[in-house]
């Protein structure tokens, strides 16, 4: 499993830059679907065409790009300032080391004499190692873009922690369904969105394209069993979570059955996630065009966000053969 995972993992695909991994899924999973394209947008999308042509759609979305930032300028010095794209936490990204688009590597550092509880994002800046500007505009220039070092390390058991888990997993989830499902019952769209840390806007123009009867995001949830976090009630290792509701979507109650009734019947461990805030590609899915009936699952996740996000791969596989389970069964 974890061999497909190391190299959406390590793809490069800040928001906004997300060739490097479009060109990484769109190898895995053509050989498992009729057809593969990119839109104007930058979304992949891979159908599979149904048992019959009256099949209905079914959209799977994951959202391929991860957060990261882009430089905005550069010192005499030849340190290198850069703005944000989507939820950084510097508390979390300080002093990491960083990588551009480019293979230039840095390290992301806050000014001398700021401490933690002032960290901004007005105070970080990307050291390269450059003499001075001259040297650091040889490696770098103002909009390229830049992220925490990917990493994928195994743990204890099926655990495993790194980063861009959000949302490669969810994008390895799609493409293991389109390998592994025996039979393809409705016209099936595996999509693969840009720009979802930086507000859904990929799930939104590939959804109004498609025009799913149903769909289903697959993205990472939260995790109530760390220390010291507000109840909550989905954990690790006790299955993939369906989503009832977040701070963006409340989910349709018959994409909900259909869940809760294959994974019965398919014997697969599933939990309900309930979350105050936040939300997904969901949101989009269930207002494009004409709207649809939108569900999503959760991968169970602690420290979202991080460079250490873990998950348990036992969830995940829940995840692969719940989605393989609503390909294999006609939607009316």
Known sequence: MLDTLKKFIYAFGVSGCEGEISSVIRKEIAPYVDEVYTDAMGNLIAHKKGADKNAKKLMFAAHMDEIGFMASYIDEHGYIRVTKIGGINFVAASFMTVEFANGTKGVLVPEARVGAKDYRPEVFYVDIGAKDKAEAEKHVKIGDWCRVCPALNELCGSRVSGRPIDNRIGCYILAEAARTMKKCENDTYFVFTVQEEVGVRGAKTSAFSVRPDYAVAADIGGAGDIINCAPFDVVLGKGIAVKLKDGMVICH??????????????????????LESGGTDTCMLQQAAGGCIAGAISIPTRFGHSGVELIDMDDVEGGVKLLAAMCETKLD
């Open 253 to 274: 109650a018959k994409m909900i059955a259909l869940m809760d009734r294959l994974a019965k019947e398919r014997k697969i461990p599933v939990q309900h996630e309930i």
